[in-house]
């Protein structure tokens, strides 16, 4: 079973989720705690059903869940799977999905030559990626990504950023909140992928989305 491309997931009509890098992930707004508590029992039973698993992170009036296969580090049609199930689930209690509140952080570490730094990384965040090797992924979700950016040797620039992964209809208001409050467009040359921004002292976040940009 092969990982699905960000149209195919699209296409999938998976109102409640939207993928942020390798995973699926939703919140579902239950409005207090036992009622996550409810919807988190209902999906673990789903999940020994398909014995397939997500990562359930229940707070007081929301519950995150992220899936994603772990045999083949993205997503696939079980994926598809279990998400709409989930959903059913969801509505079955009467809780919605917020896809508009969705993030994931990526941090971005700019390098002429990652296999010299890579090791380095690797020891001390106690994470490996062992399909791709430019990156270092926590694969539970507890820290987030780190990714070797190409960079010139002599290329003068800030070595590391944060890329900001969010839902696709979300990035523009994303983008004009970081506008008004003082920031700088540095670059939207690869929008709708990514858009450089900087803060009034330049230093630079991408705000990023799974769209490709069309040429």
């Known amino acids: 079973m092969g990982n699905l491309r960000p149209s195919e997931i699209a296409a999938a009509g998976l109102d409640d989720w939207r993928q942020l890098y390798r995973a699926l992930q939703a919140r579902f707004v239950t409005g207090d705690f036992a009622t996550g508590v409810a919807l988190l029992t209902d999906i673990a039973a789903a999940a020994e059903e398909a014995d397939h698993h997500p990562d359930l992170d229940l707070r007081y009036a929301h519950l995150n869940v992220r899936l994603h296969s772990h045999d083949t580090a993205g997503v696939t049609e079980r994926d ?83 890329d900001v992964m969010v839902p696709p209809e979300q990035a523009q208001t994303r983008i004009d909140a970081a506008l008004e409050a003082g920031g700088v467009l540095v670059s939207d040359e690869a929008a709708p992928t990514f858009t450089v921004l900087a803060d009034p002292e330049g230093n630079k976040v991408c705000v990023c989305t799974m769209l490709e940009r069309e040429d």
């Open 80 to 162: 598809l799977r279990l998400a709409a199930r989930i959903s059913e689930l969801a509505s079955a209690r009467g809780v919605r999905a917020a896809p508009e509140q969705l993030a994931a952080i990526e941090i971005a570490l700019d390098t002429p030559g990652y296999a010299a730094i890579r090791p380095f990384w690797q020891a001390v965040l106690a994470m490996d990626s062992p399909r791709q090797d430019d990156e270092l992924r926590d694969d539970d979700a507890d820290l987030p990504r780190l990714w070797f950016q190409h960079s010139g040797v002599d290329e003068p620039r800030q070595r590391f950023h944060l």
